[in-house]
């Protein structure tokens, strides 16, 4: 079964106390990884896109890494308004179409 | 702002009821898909429609159903509802080409009493 898994649950850091979240998948042919971040009260809002083993996207403090079995969103000298739910789906060729698998969030907590 | 909205926001309603969740896509977005959220599960992908017709099925109950309209907006139908649907319920939209990330609104939070 096609699965995708967050760790860890949640996180507390310091600001400017830099980390990583990690997201395994076991999917029979992946088309594409997905980082979504999702605030209390509001949709995901998407991030970053990563296809192929090796790619990197960075985005201010954020860098998204792909492996053949993992993904890692590093956060560099995070500050209090990083503090969000980090979302990782991915989209895989079975017969969910483009629907995406996610896994169950990341919930970053960033103290000042 | 991602572009995409849904209505209502909040919606309370009571056992065996029926409701309808719309969403209107982001300009120029062929692709609508439902997602229910809820606290055990997590984001659950439910249905995909592209430029009308129905292309993919997920979790989707026998109670739930879609359309998609001509002019792309979406609409989710909940029937004969039951305690456990009470969740949040994301429409999200993407371009026609395969792969491009999914742009989510802000969701109906549905409660059942």
């Known amino acids: 079964e096609d699965q995708v898994t967050q760790s860890p649950e949640a996180l507390r850091l310091q600001e400017g106390e830099s980390s990583s979240l990690n997201c395994s998948y076991t999917?029979?042919?992946?088309?594409?990884l997905f980082w979504y971040r999702q605030d209390p009260g509001k949709g995901p809002e998407f991030l970053f896109t990563?296809?192929?083993a090796g790619e990197e996207k960075e985005k201010e403090r954020l860098k998204a890494t792909l492996t053949k079995k993992e993904s890692f969103l590093h956060i560099t000298a995070p500050k209090p308004e990083d503090s969000a739910t980090y979302l990782c789906?991915?989209?895989?060729?079975?017969?969910?179409?483009?629907?995406?698998?996610f896994g169950k969030g990341t919930h970053l907590i960033i103290q000042p | 702002d991602s572009g995409v909205t849904q209505t209502p926001k909040h919606l309370i309603t009571a056992t065996g009821q029926r409701v309808t969740l719309r969403c209107s896509p982001r300009?120029?977005?062929?692709?609508v898909y439902w997602y229910q959220q809820s606290l055990d599960q997590g984001l659950q992908f439910l249905i995909q429609?592209?430029?009308?017709?129905?292309?993919a099925k997920g979790n989707i109950l026998e109670r739930f159903s879609a359309q998609q309209f001509p002019d792309l907006h979406s609409e989710l139908n909940l029937s004969s509802l039951e305690l456990g649907d009470s969740a949040l319920y994301f429409c999200?939209?993407?371009?026609?080409?395969?792969?491009?990330?999914?742009?989510f609104g802000d969701g109906t939070r549905l409660s059942i009493l």
């Open positions: 789906a991915v989209q895989f060729s079975g017969g969910g179409a483009d629907g995406l698998t």
């Open positions: 300009s120029g977005d062929l692709s």
């Open positions: 999200a939209s993407s371009a026609d080409r395969a792969n491009q990330p999914q742009h």
């Open positions: 990563l296809y192929s």
């Open positions: 429609y592209y430029n009308g017709e129905e292309r």
């Open positions: 999917v029979s042919g992946l088309r594409g």
